[in-house]
């Protein structure tokens, strides 16, 4: 397990759980999927099209587009950006992000 | 410089030279020095730094005149061979095309003009219906009808811009990057050529420098009339695939394609803003929104990727648009190719073209119908 | 069309305070912001959902983030979150995309404060997950309270390397190393005098120095990160001392195990809008290289276009938020609300305040300044443009076949065409390019502005309602000008 979430002082309402992968993380309401992600310790978002090389959260403001990931079938969402939802299927982005 | 395929310097004296280092001139350069003759190549920048670094390397036969098919195949053909035969990366992939109706006034035109081909020589297949909707779901309903034509190719501005400078350098012949040619003069039965990068002399020179090839001619005497479309290119975000045919429009302008990479290219000849002089060319808002509007109600899915990039680069066009090459008007030894509707399409065919012609060859395809004396004439001068 | 008095392109610490600033005054403004929710990077705001149950050490600017939220709300302000601008289709107009609400809007006067992001240094293994930039991490932190990994280390250049490390000891991380090029603690006497105009900030950076320390961690000055290693993350790095020229010396190199390396060699100005509406630019490295150039009055020389904070040089947030303020009284001055006496008693102040961050500024810049020296690290392997995969080998590759240009490499290598649109990459290309060639970087050609400024959906461009499509009798014949 490697990052994690900075409890004190907040109170982050109800968690709710999506899926990475098809594993199960947990998310609270307006967290961004990136954060949710490393918050259960995983941190690849991506495997580059031309070089099969992993890569993850870089920039962390959505200028890089390092952490694109697959979302309910969507290639290519800034996971930095975008706030897990109650059933979100995530899924690793390969290349262009063809379907599994 | 260590392995580079360009020279710093043009040598004093040279058998040919050719100015401009787009598809045409690299394309002659390359058979010229594959023929064993001694070629150097003059270019005002870096090769592929114009049209033929910016363009949508669609290459169609269906889109063309019937007066220009047979040239169209045969340079087809030479894009084929460059990898087929020359071990020449130029990213040639033939997935055919589709070309689209929209309209029942636009499937007429389409019948109509194919039929014209048909008789000129051009195979193709009408598509509608479930036949059209099982070769591409990925059309809008929209779309009526298409004409498909199994020769459609593309190649890629960007491998064959790396790849045929090398093959020129490979086969012996020189690039002078940086070289601008800034004059030109009959000398002793040849040509004195000054550059930016020194002096030179040839025996045999070939002009190859796209729209601004009429101003070289004028150094010459030759008042050929040369147009310039300011034509805009967008390329989207890489994706799965969306298409997998090159696709054009009989009723709008349209070209798309979706690369090896996953991008997708969108064009067709809709005009960016700009002039000529000073090389200002920036894209036109409202006419960028019209070619993305074209472009989605052919292929809808398009709607949910994201631009990335537009531009806009010229394309040298004749007042008759059709191609202008052959041997340059009142001056022995010296050639041109200069403008082509579809240049980059063409650009090999014009290359081996006017090679044949420099090696006294019969020419591959017959060549009458393009020559630019035709332009210095009549209506056109 | 959407009309506007006055239209401010970013909603962080300079957009916002303009904003606020102009709309007392009595001018309508929009603000256009491509975030879900306002601060921009330094205000990076919480979830709205997520609550505070009392104060932490993480929290202390609450109350100026608070009130700057708020003047989204603010009579006079039209504030559209989630709307990137893209391009600037005539003088006086920009485009910009949000879903189905894309449009344009035509404003009288425009302030343009894009803020900044981090400047790419590439060294050996800087792709792997686990590497990420210090501006990402504090983000992380100010808009997630997350920690992207456990044994941290910081390595960089410039104010963030500290402030980075005392947020992830503070927040509870295994703080290994934090390592800072630049040898600031020869340079302190140097720069005290100037930096003691912002005291609160020397304090600051006192109470950063000392929660690494009783973190336990290890700070070194004069040493640098040279490489990042691991397999399908990052699990070590490599550290060595690096002297004023940015020499490497990797006889004393130490390899250090850590799951998170954050990396900070400081900031650059987001100047492609600047650049899509023709600002002329000019190189500044210690505001963080090409920043538009401003006369009095903040305006660029595109008349009607004012550049503020970051996004006209790299000045931190105290910067920002003066700048910002003090053009929307320029603004409102221009647009006729305020007299010129009444516009002058509002700058005074204001002016005065710059004037000392500039001194702090001038300070920091002397404690912090280093030759970019990272050229060195690059190994034939080493990722350049990350968007497209394209090593530094390849790259020289090229260079050595002789093409060498920015265009040549562009064109036959991709870099800088992929979805970052060269944020990534283009600093490094000119870097290798100016190396080949002798020449300093600034005369190393950029290649030209294109739109959009950042990536639009395709959809949301459709929305405008656009004449009707003429189309050419003959699509064949040519339509553009006779050249010769
Ligand atoms: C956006 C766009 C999209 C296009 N799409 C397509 C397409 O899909 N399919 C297609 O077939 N065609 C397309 N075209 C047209 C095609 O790109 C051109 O017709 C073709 O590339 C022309 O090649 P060229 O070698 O004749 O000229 P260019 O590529 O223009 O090369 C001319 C060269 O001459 C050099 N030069 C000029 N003056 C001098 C001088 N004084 N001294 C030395 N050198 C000089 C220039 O630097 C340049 O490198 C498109 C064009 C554009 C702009
Ligand atoms: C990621 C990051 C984190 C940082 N964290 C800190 C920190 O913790 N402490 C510190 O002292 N300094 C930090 N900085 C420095 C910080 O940038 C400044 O101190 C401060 O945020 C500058 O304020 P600004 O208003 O100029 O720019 P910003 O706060 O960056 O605001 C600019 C806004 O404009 C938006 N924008 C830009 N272009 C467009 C466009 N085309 N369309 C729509 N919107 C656009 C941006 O998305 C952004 O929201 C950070 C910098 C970065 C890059
Ligand atoms: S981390 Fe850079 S875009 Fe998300």
Redo the contacts with the bound molecule.
């Keep these: 397990m490697t990052g994690f979430r900075i409890t004190d002082g907040i109170d982050r309402g109800t968690a709710f759980q999506f899926t990475c992968d098809g594993e199960s993380v947990t998310a609270y309401p307006g967290e961004s999927i990136a954060a949710a992600l490393m918050a259960a310790g995983k941190r690849q978002t991506r495997v580059t099209a031309r070089r099969q090389m992993p890569r993850g959260l870089y920039?962390?403001?959505g200028v890089c587009w390092e952490c694109i990931m697959i979302v309910n079938g969507k290639p290519a969402v800034r996971a930095c950006m975008t706030p897990a939802e109650p059933g979100m299927k995530v899924e690793t982005q390969h290349g262009v992000g063809d379907p599994a | 410089m260590a392995g580079s395929v360009f020279v710093e310097t043009p040598p004093r004296d040279a058998e040919i030279a050719v100015v401009g280092g787009g598809v045409a001139g690299m394309s002659t350069a390359l058979f010229l020095a594959r023929a064993g003759r001694d070629v150097v190549v003059l270019e005002r920048g870096v090769p592929w730094g114009d049209a033929s670094g910016a363009n949508a390397g669609t290459l169609s036969l269906q889109v063309k005149r019937t007066e220009v098919l047979d040239l169209c195949k045969l340079s087809l053909d030479v894009w084929k061979r460059f990898g087929a035969e020359m071990d020449i990366d130029v990213g040639f992939g033939q997935p055919g095309g589709l070309r689209v109706a929209t309209t029942e006034a636009e499937v007429a035109h389409l019948r109509e003009y194919s039929e014209e081909q048909r008789q000129g020589g051009l195979e193709f297949e009408w598509m509608e219906g479930n036949q059209l909707r099982d070769m591409a779901p990925w059309l809008s309903t929209s779309v009526r009808a298409a004409t498909f034509c199994r020769e459609d190719a593309y190649s890629s501005p960007l491998l064959s811009g790396g790849a045929l400078p090398a093959a020129v350098g490979k086969a012996g012949g020189r690039i002078v990057g940086h070289a601008e040619v800034t004059d030109l003069k009959r000398e002793d039965g040849g040509y004195r050529i000054e550059t930016k990068r020194g002096a030179l002399r040839v025996k045999t020179l070939v002009i190859t420098a796209g729209p601004w090839s009429g101003q070289l001619a004028r150094m010459l005497d030759v008042a050929l009339p040369i147009y310039v479309d300011v034509n805009m290119l967008s390329v989207t975000e890489p994706a799965p695939k969306i298409l997998d045919r090159v696709i054009t429009h009989i009723g709008g302008i349209l070209s798309l394609k979706q690369l090896a990479n996953g991008t997708i290219l969108i064009g067709g000849g809709w005009q960016g803003r700009g002039r000529f002089a000073g090389m200002e060319k920036f894209a036109d808002h409202v006419r960028l929104g019209q070619n993305l509007t074209t472009a989605v109600s052919v292929v809808p899915d398009l709607a949910k990727l994201r631009l990335v990039r537009t531009w806009a680069g010229y394309e040298a066009v004749a007042p008759d648009a059709l191609p202008a090459f052959g041997r340059l008007p009142n001056n022995d030894g010296a050639y041109i190719a200069a403008a082509a509707r579809g240049g980059f399409t063409f650009g090999p065919a014009q290359g081996l073209l006017i090679s044949e012609m420099i090696l006294d060859k019969p020419p591959s395809t017959p060549i009458g119908r393009f020559d630019p004396a035709r332009l210095l004439t009549g209506a056109h001068a | 069309m959407r009309e506007t008095d006055l239209l401010v392109?970013?909603?962080?610490?300079?957009?916002l305070s303009a904003a606020s600033e102009a709309a007392k005054h009595g001018l309508a403004v929009t603000v256009?912001?491509?975030?879900l929710l306002p601060g921009?990077?330094?205000f990076r705001r919480l979830p709205t959902g997520y609550h505070h149950t009392h104060e932490t050490v993480f929290d202390k600017e609450r109350q100026r983030a608070n009130a700057l939220y708020a003047t989204t709300g603010q009579k006079g302000i039209t504030y559209l979150n989630d709307?990137?601008?893209?391009e600037s289709p005539e003088n006086g107009v920009l485009a910009f995309a949000r879903g189905a609400d894309s449009g344009r809007i035509r404003a009288k006067l425009t302030i343009i404060?894009?803020?900044?992001?981090?400047r790419p240094a590439p060294f050996p293994g800087w792709t792997l997950p686990g590497v990420v930039?210090a501006?990402?991490l504090?983000?992380l932190l100010?808009g997630q309270r997350v920690i992207p990994g456990r044994r941290a280390i910081v390595a960089g250049n410039g104010p963030?390397v500290l402030?980075v490390g005392a947020t992830l000891a503070r927040a509870g991380a295994e703080l290994r190393e934090v390592v800072e090029a630049a040898p600031i603690l020869k340079r302190l006497a140097g720069s005290i005098a100037d930096l003691i105009a912002m005291p609160k900030i020397v304090r600051q950076a006192v109470d950063y120095r000392l929660a690494i320390m009783k973190s336990g961690a290890r700070l070194r000055t004069g040493w640098t990160v040279i490489e990042a290693r691991g397999a399908d993350e990052l699990e070590e790095v490599v550290l060595a001392p690096i002297d004023a020229t940015g020499k490497v010396d990797r006889s004393r190199a130490r390899a250090v195990k850590a799951d998170l390396l954050v990396v900070g060699f400081g900031?650059m100005p987001?100047i492609?809008?600047v650049r899509l509406l023709d600002c002329k630019l000019e190189w500044k490295p210690l505001r963080g290289g090409w920043v538009p150039v401003r006369g009095a009055d903040f305006e660029t020389s595109r008349p009607g276009v004012l550049a503020v904070?970051?996004?006209a040089g790299i000045g931190?947030?105290e910067m920002?938020l003066r700048e910002?303020k003090l053009a929307g009284v320029i603004a409102a001055e221009r647009l006729g609300k305020l007299s010129r006496d009444q516009a002058a008693n509002l700058k005074a102040p204001i002016q005065a305040e710059i004037a000392k961050v500039e001194t702090f500024r001038r300070g920091l810049e002397r404690l912090y300044a280093m030759p970019p020296a990272f050229l060195d690290l690059l190994t034939p392997e080493t990722i350049v443009c990350r968007c497209e995969d394209v090593t530094a080998g390849e790259l020289r590759a090229r260079q050595d076949a002789g093409f060498g240009s920015t265009a040549a490499l562009k064109g036959t290598t991709r870099t800088t065409m992929g979805r970052c649109q060269g944020r990534n990459c283009l600093r490094t290309l000119s870097a290798l390019i100016a190396q080949a060639s002798g020449q300093p970087i600034e005369q190393v050609t950029m290649p030209r502005p294109r739109l959009p400024?950042?990536l639009v959906t395709i959809g949301d461009l459709l929305q405008e309602e656009l004449p009707p499509i003429e189309m050419p009798k003959d699509p064949h014949l040519p339509r553009g000008e006779r050249v010769s």
């Excluded at chain 3, 392109?9 to 957009?15: C, D, I, M, S, Y």
């Design positions: 920039c962390g403001m | 392109v970013g909603a962080g610490a300079a957009g256009l912001d491509d975030n921009g990077q330094y709307a990137v601008v893209w404060a894009s803020g900044a992001h981090d930039t501006g990402g504090q983000n100010k963030l402030l900031l987001s492609e809008l904070g970051d996004g931190g947030v920002a910002g400024a950042r």
